[in-house]
């Protein structure tokens, strides 16, 4: 197996709760990131979702990571929910030109849609996909069932954008293992969310995922071959995303970094 072809890592890391079972103790909230990148290679931004963050900011973010580590991010929900895909050429060329201020930090993109946008929307998406910029990667999230068709994965095989893996409550995970065996470009995004949103404690593991994990980690390998995978695990997956993390790379045999040891260790890279 190809370990440098996956890329696994948290949804965020601004995390208090982490302090202890993740982070030692006495770790500041400045140093959370610098800390994180020990372990782990990737994150997810989540505050882009929200708004385009200042420079200053994204180069802040660059400047706690060292080289190889690569952080994704999700376009702004002003795209995606407000405009819904139609007018955003502006929006959408400055964001992706102030994400660029990650350098060789870059990674995907995420393109996250909310769970009232049909395929009724499909000529606004058709529209949108051919003004991304072709040297950078975006993957594309659905909430929705009924986009999980061919018309939709010639679409984004097209434009050479990735159909997200999201394994929660919208798209049956059989489904989704499936679509493994038909990647839509070079890269494979996978998001364990977890069902709802009802833990609140980010400090422990509190479901058993065992079964989620395992069905992920038979057909990971063979997708590895092909594509790089990114997979990026949700807090409210199972309790406490690190922990999470950690029970992924055993199963796929990648290396993992002791808690214990994360506040004496290098990073990942050096």
Known sequence: ?????????????????????????????????R??????????????FYAIP?????????????????????LPQEITHERRFVACADTLAA????????????GPILIQCGPDFLPAERDALAAF??????????????RHRQWISRETLDL????????????????PRAWLLRLTETPTAD???LRLMGPDRTLTDYSRIQVDRTVELDAWAAVLPAL??????????????????????????QRLGLPTVDPRTIGDQPSLFG
């Open 1 to 33: 197996m190809n370990a440098a072809r996956f890329r696994l890592g948290a949804q965020g890391w601004n995390y208090p709760a982490w302090v202890g079972p993740f982070f030692p103790d006495g770790t500041r909230g400045a140093d959370f990131l």
């Open 35 to 48: 800390v994180y990148a020990r372990a782990f290679d990737t994150v997810e931004i989540d505050a882009t």
């Open 54 to 74: 200042p420079a200053s900011t994204v180069r802040g973010w660059a400047s706690r990571v060292t080289a190889g580590f690569l952080f994704t991010s999700k």
């Open 95 to 106: 964001f992706t030109d102030r994400m660029r201020e990650l350098g060789p930090h870059l």
């Open 129 to 142: 996909l051919p003004l991304l910029p072709r040297d950078l990667r975006f993957a594309i999230e659905f």
């Open 156 to 171: 984004l095989s097209t434009h050479r954008v990735a159909l997200a893996l999201s394994d929660g409550k919208w798209i």
């Open 187 to 189: 890269f494979t995004y």
């Open 224 to 249: 590895a071959e092909r594509v790089t995978v990114f997979g990026l695990v949700n807090n409210h997956f199972a309790g406490h995303a690190p922990a999470s993390l950690r029970m992924l790379q």
